[in-house]
């Protein structure tokens, strides 16, 4: 069975320029999340979804960052414009039922640099 | 606040050797508790998980015992092997009836684990 399905694995960009995520979840599952993984603050949860519905994006850190998923197959996070201290690896991971008692499968993840 | 906290690594053990990787966390209520796994250039596995005091959580020979009294979730294995290099996460998450939501996985900041043959 695939996994949850992550590209680019691998993105440099300039500074200012705008970076768009995008993510596959396991088929069948009802939450997707993102997060974001950094040396300085670890792992960071940005924004989850419920049935393609934003639940909570306090994480999310400016306006900048923006998530969307448009159907339950895929969604994106898109920052606009970037800065170098965006510069992360982002996981997307998807799960059934939420996390309190089911297991989040995350996907391979983002390698962002900006410069 | 909640919280975790993880033994700073790196830890480096020959193989066959007994690991224990401390952790502790802060949290309001009940929370439920995790080990996740990252292998180099992949992203997170569970491991293992504990949802009320005194389970233990047990996979591939890794074991945690949920530990209240301490606020404690250490992680052990008898003797490990090459292939356990990794970087382990203790992470928790709280009941919706204590101010938590369904994604809130709060994680520690990661120990690397290095076994050399």
């Known amino acids: 069975d695939a996994g949850v399905i992550q590209s680019p694995r691998h993105e440099v960009t300039e500074m200012g320029q705008e970076v768009t995520l995008r993510c596959k979840p396991i088929s069948g599952h009802d939450y997707l999340f993102w997060y974001r993984q950094t040396m300085m603050r670890g792992l960071e949860l940005l924004i989850y979804f419920n049935n393609n519905v934003p639940i909570d994006d306090s994480g999310m850190p400016e306006d900048r960052f923006s998530a969307k998923m448009p159907n339950a197959s895929f969604s994106t996070l898109k920052i606009q414009p970037s800065e170098p201290r965006d510069s992360a690896v982002y996981f997307c991971a998807s799960s059934w039922g939420g996390i309190s008692g089911n297991t989040i499968y995350f996907g391979e993840g983002s390698w962002l640099t900006v410069v | 606040g909640n919280s975790v906290t993880q033994m700073e690594g790196p830890v480096t053990l020959s193989e066959e050797a007994f690991l224990t990787i401390n952790c502790t966390y802060t949290a309001t209520g009940y929370p439920s508790l995790f080990w996740y796994v990252q292998y180099p250039g992949e992203g997170l596995q569970l491991l293992l998980k504990a949802t009320k005091a005194d389970d233990k959580g047990s996979n591939k020979g890794f074991e945690a015992t949920y530990r209240k009294e301490t606020t404690s979730f250490h992680l052990e294995k008898g003797s490990v092997q090459v292939s356990d290099s990794a970087v382990y996460f203790c992470?928790?998450?709280?009941?919706?009836?204590?101010?938590?939501?369904?994604?809130?996985?709060?994680f520690g900041k990661g120990t690397k684990l290095s076994v050399k043959p």
């Open positions: 992470a928790l998450t709280l009941g919706r009836s204590y101010g938590g939501s369904q994604g809130n996985l709060i």
